[in-house]
């Protein structure tokens, strides 16, 4: 082949090269467009950080806010467009040391209303060329869980030492008594009553640890809130008769509630036995019951004492009483209303307490109804008067509702 007809190959293969190219870089171009265009790696990590749990601040050399998300703000790491002196202090030493180093952010003692953030906790880090980035969480139910875990084993300490003390005193009292048999009988009766408020004790505890997790039951029974009823009533009869307390039930209903038998018959009676022990003798409970929407309520009555209306929260902690001497006197333990908040909070319901001095109080167990299979009606309300939590004073404030998050 000549070399004139080489160059024309040649150029015809570069033309042809460069033409494929040309049309294939435009095909891509086409197919670009018509793709969708997603997310760059830069948008993705900034959708990261502003959906994250944590607060995250970035700052640069200067101690100045570059990058934050929304949850920094919830937190308080960010006031005014600047970050929490805190944090700008330990970024210095972090962009000197260049080490991680924890910070506490939690709110000044007592700026914090309703359920803010009260324990915040985070990490100052490094980034480089200056940057720092704090990194916090709100930390708030992990110390208060700490703080009761505390509380409980500082109370159960004291509560167990207590009988445990007076047992052992009463042994000795009944060693030297040996030869008197009055004496004897008299110091054995006072043992068996420490025993048996120890025995109650250790029982409640046990089925308070059962409770406290405050989760739904897995399996529910369908009730007869009459026989729930009668059954409590009769765990509290002997009590009542004994201070000449009388208690005044409304006639049966008829109404029906999915839940644990064993636990709601504890929890009513803790009500009434509860109701009995500050009672004046001779006086009434009064219980009853209704159909209040999607929840049973099964009220409790007395005309005792009352309560303050700065108690009326803390009557459902563990080992409170609004008067010790008479808790002791009648064997309470401090535990029966913090079992009746936490059997409400497992069966997805809450107790109410309305309480007045000098007027009484009403404890009000309410409880998701049993929702009806076909054809099914749930038994309507009778017509009568119920004592109810809001009733015995319209509008009044001496009310508190204890429900499956913990006290309102």
Known sequence: ???????????????????????ATRAGERYRRRRPRGPTVAELLQRLVHTGDNGIVVLNRFGDVVLHNPRADELGLIR???AD??????????????????????????????????????????????FTVVDAADDSDAVRLEATRRDFVANVSHELKTPVGGLGLLAEALVD??????????????????????????????????????ERLPELSTLHVDSVVDEALERSRVAA???????????????????????????????????VSYSPPHSAVSVSR??????????????????????????????????????????????????????????????????????????TLRVPAHGPAD?????????????TAGSAVEGADGRAAVETGGIR
């Open 1 to 23: 082949m000549s070399a004139l007809g080489s160059t024309a190959l040649i150029i015809v293969a570069l033309l042809l090269g460069a033409t494929g190219g040309f049309l």
């Open 80 to 82: 005014d467009h600047r």
């Open 85 to 130: 002196p805190r944090a700008r202090e330990v970024a210095d030493r972090v962009r000197s040391s260049g080490e991680a180093t924890p910070v506490d952010l939690s709110p000044p003692e007592g700026t914090v209303r309703g359920r803010g953030p009260r324990a915040v906790f985070g990490e100052v880090r490094a980034l480089g060329d200056g």
């Open 177 to 214: 008594a040996a030869d008197d048999p009055d004496e004897v009988r008299r110091f054995g009766s006072k043992i068996m009553h420490e025993s048996t408020r120890l025995a109650t004790l250790v029982s409640e505890l046990i089925a308070l640890s059962r409770l406290q997790g405050a």
């Open 241 to 275: 008769d004994t201070a000449g307390i009388e208690i005044d039930v409304d006639g049966p209903t008829g109404f029906l509630l999915d839940g644990d038998r064993t636990l709601l018959v504890t929890a009513l009676s803790n009500l009434v036995d509860n109701a």
């Open 290 to 363: 209704r159909v209040s929407g999607d929840y049973v309520e099964i009220s409790v009555t007395d005309r005792g004492i009352g309560i303050a209306p700065e108690h009326h929260e803390r009557v459902f902690e563990r080992f409170f009483r609004v008067d010790p001497a008479r808790s002791r006197a009648t064997g309470g333990t401090g535990l029966g209303l913090a079992i009746v908040k936490h059997v409400a909070a497992n069966h997805g319901g809450e107790v109410v307490l309305w309480s007045r001095p000098g007027t009484g109080s009403t404890f």
């Open 375 to 387: 054809g099914e009606e749930l038994a309507a309300e009778p017509d009568r008067a119920v004592v």
